[in-house]
């Protein structure tokens, strides 16, 4: 059984920053893509990630309204994922999900939240102004 349990998440003011971490009690981590998805205040979960990584590390994909502000990363030996959140906008205030599924190639990065079937119960990130 895979579970995710997201950490992190709290409240910061506008251009402050915050790291969501995410560990996965998964025997083979390093065989899973990964990724981390928002849902806003009153809204449906995004279907597109914020930001996704290959099961590898090596490729990366970031949303148009984070590139340049969130950095993913992940660390195979702890099965953690990490989303390094800096210049927090009011905006980007949702609860934050993390996502797994096993990936058959190293450098496939999985966008779409409906390729997922492993998620977490969510953090909440709160960006006053």
């Known amino acids: 059984q895979v579970q995710l349990v997201e950490s992190g998440g709290g409240v910061v003011q506008a251009g402050g920053s915050l790291n969501l971490s995410c560990t996965a009690s998964?025997?083979?981590?390093?065989?899973?893509?990964m990724g981390w998805f928002r849902q806003a205040p009153g809204k449906e979960r995004e279907s597109v990630a914020v930001?996704?990584?290959?099961?590898?590390?090596?490729?990366?994909y970031y949303a148009d309204s984070v590139r340049g502000r969130f950095t993913i990363s992940r660390d195979n030996a702890k099965n953690t994922v990490v989303l390094q959140m800096n210049s927090l906008r009011p905006q980007d205030t949702a609860i934050y999900y993390c996502?797994?599924?096993?990936?058959?190639?190293?450098?496939?990065?999985?966008?779409?939240?409906?390729?997922?079937?492993?998620w977490g119960q969510g953090t909440q990130v709160t960006v006053s102004s």
């Open positions: 930001a996704a990584i290959s099961r590898n590390g090596d490729n990366l």
């Open positions: 996502a797994a599924e096993r990936a058959t190639l190293d450098y496939r990065v999985l966008v779409q939240s409906d390729v997922y079937d492993y």
């Open positions: 998964i025997q083979t981590f390093s065989l899973y893509a």
